[in-house]
């Protein structure tokens, strides 16, 4: 059983940066592309970011490139989200997700994600 747990959120000003971080246990992290989604309150669940097994292959929504990182570090079984310049707009609870057979043209699909964490609050402020 896969267990993955999100850190790092908190409240922050518009403008301002945080680092998300999904430690994993319980499986064979270094397989697993790796996701990180948000749900904003009445709305949707939507994807951020993804990267494939080894980090050579990233992946990210249009409202967040050139703002978002995602990386990983195999060796701690963990993944990151480097936030920055960050908007009210990114207002949302922050899962990440493990995708044991990952397909690189459906990065995007919830429906591929096995394992999902929590959740981690990212609150900004205007």
């Known amino acids: 059983q896969v267990q993955l747990v999100e850190s790092g959120g908190g409240l922050v000003q518009a403008g301002g940066s945080l680092r998300l971080s999904c430690a994993a246990s319980?499986?064979?992290?270094?397989?697993?592309?790796m996701g990180w989604f948000r749900q904003a309150p009445g709305k949707e669940r939507y994807f951020v970011a993804a990267?494939?097994?080894?980090?050579?292959?990233?992946y990210y929504a249009d409202s967040v490139k050139g703002r978002f990182t995602i990386s990983r570090d195999n060796a701690k079984n963990t993944v990151y989200l480097q936030m920055n310049s960050l908007k009210p707009e990114d207002t949302a609870v922050y899962f990440c997700?493990?995708?044991?057979?990952?397909?690189?043209?459906?990065?995007?699909?919830?429906?591929?994600?096995?394992?999902w964490g929590q959740g981690t609050q990212v609150t900004v402020s205007s």
């Open positions: 997700a493990a995708a044991p057979f990952f397909r690189s043209d459906a990065y995007g699909a919830s429906q591929q994600y096995a394992y």
């Open positions: 319980g499986g064979t992290f270094s397989t697993y592309a």
């Open positions: 990267i494939n097994w080894n980090g050579g292959n990233t």
